[in-house]
């Protein structure tokens, strides 16, 4: 996939790009990158297929609520990593038009994605890019969220089949909110890394 556009596009908002072909070579960019540092993860597939936890728990102290130490408080990881120097996370929907779009239900991530880090990585394979803001919504809604649904067996109807989106009202709902970065927010460091390849949903 040619990423020339949606490069330009998240750079003229504010957002710093990368690009690789493979997520090796992208995880060994992120490992190079970030050293020595308090780290936070958001809860993500693209991250865990990157092997980044493993990695870079080698030379940094990483707080994801998704290795859970025997004994260990969710919450208190979720917290942990809010307040670490950098955030890594993905997306469920980035437009070509530079518009990322993320769904979430604790809220921890799309926080954290919004505010509180020294720098924010936002690491997505080719599958999440779609090509105009309202496509990249709609994928979020209908193609990340109910397959997100199905892999926590949520009680809801989307988990079923992981077909589209139907605007639950199920006490089990994941989507309690939705953020779209149109930029870097005033005084971050945000970066985008794109993978070409196909990671999470
Ligand atoms: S709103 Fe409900 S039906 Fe729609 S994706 Fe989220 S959990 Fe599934």
């Known amino acids: 996939m040619d990423f020339t556009n949606v490069t330009k596009a998240l750079t003229a908002r504010g957002f710093k790009v990368s690009s690789f072909e493979t997520a090796k070579e992208a995880a060994e960019y992120l490992n190079t990158q970030i050293d ?39 919450a208190a990881l979720r917290a942990q990593a809010a307040g670490s120097e950098h955030y890594l996370l993905s997306a469920n929907g980035i437009a070509e038009t530079g518009e990322i779009i993320n769904i979430d239900g604790a809220g921890n991530r799309v926080a954290s994605a919004i505010y509180g880090h020294k720098k924010v990585w936002i690491v997505a394979g080719k ?35 992981a077909d589209h989106c139907y ?20 005084g971050s460091d945000m970066e985008v890394v794109l993978v070409n390849e196909d990671l999470g949903y």
């Open 36 to 74: 020595g540092a308090t780290v936070g993860f958001g809860g993500s597939i693209t991250l865990e297929e990157l092997g980044l936890y493993a990695l870079l728990s080698g030379h940094n102290t990483v707080f994801s609520h998704w290795h859970l130490p025997e004994g260990g408080d969710a």
């Open 127 to 161: 599958n999440k890019l779609a090509p105009t803001y309202d496509e990249a919504l709609w994928r979020a809604r209908n193609i990340a969220a109910p397959k997100n649904a199905q892999r926590l067996h949520a009680k809801t109807p989307c988990a079923v089949k």
């Open 167 to 186: 605007d639950c009202k199920s006490p089990g709902r994941i989507c309690r909110a939705l953020t779209v970065l149109w930029g870097a927010m005033m």
